[in-house]
T-cell receptor
């Protein structure tokens, strides 16, 4: 079993739709959770970071973590064509161990 | 310069060439990473350096040789590569310490093509 599982997609939605991106993880010791966005031919950039269960909102983006089910989500409201990218979830713990990345989900938002 | 920079951004090389990729981080981090990202594949961690010491080598072929002279600079020396080594090579850095979350910051990558 992979430590972080993520559906590679692609996911195609119309402009203005609410997008839901999801990951599951296997290690209950993971403490922090991140979402990265990667545009084509660019490096991943940190989009959101959260350290606990619950929701964290930043503009149109909401990160949600459910530690009991080991499930993390990213919601994008009012999606825009500029949101078209690959979204990678990531997680780890603060024991000095490196972050583990999911495979990434490709998102296309059609105008 | 800010963040993580990588040079060159694009590189085309023959299988007999020797070239080097360079990464520099301006974030005060102590850990640096090399990743390989092939089309439609997840990030593949290649090497990890923490305080200039290599802490991880994920069974990477010896034709890839990393060098970390200090916590701000990381090189990847390439020789006798194969066409299947063509990929985006990403450098990242972070504060990798016990008790601190490992938030990695990536450079723009070097797009490598091996002919």
């Amino acid at each position: 079993q992979k430590e972080v599982e993520q559906d590679p997609g692609p996911l195609s939605v119309p402009e203005g739709a609410i997008v839901s991106l999801n990951c599951t993880y296997s290690n209950s010791a993971f403490q922090y959770f991140m979402w990265y966005r990667q545009y084509s031919r660019k490096g991943p950039e940190l989009l959101m970071y959260t350290y606990s269960s619950g929701n964290k909102e930043d503009g149109r983006f909401t990160a949600q973590v459910d530690k009991s089910s080991k499930y993390i989500s990213l919601f994008i409201r009012d999606s825009q064509p500029s949101d078209s990218a690959t979204y990678l979830c990531a997680t780890g713990n603060t024991g000095g161990f490196k972050t583990i990345f999911g495979a990434g989900t490709r998102l296309f938002v059609k105008a | 310069e800010t963040g993580v920079t990588q040079t060159p951004r694009h590189l085309v090389m023959g299988m007999t060439n020797k070239k080097s990729l360079k990464c520099e981080q301006h974030l005060g981090h102590n850990a640096m990473y090399w990743y390989k990202q092939s089309a439609k594949k997840p990030l593949e961690l290649m090497f990890v350096y923490n305080f200039k010491e290599q802490t991880e080598n994920n069974s990477v072929p010896s034709r890839f040789s990393p060098e970390c002279p200090n916590s701000s600079h990381l090189f990847l020396h390439l020789h006798t590569l194969q066409p299947e080594d063509s990929a985006l090579y990403l450098c990242a850095s972070s504060t990798l310490l016990a008790g601190v979350e490992d938030t990695q910051y990536f450079g723009p990558g070097t797009r490598l093509t091996v002919l």
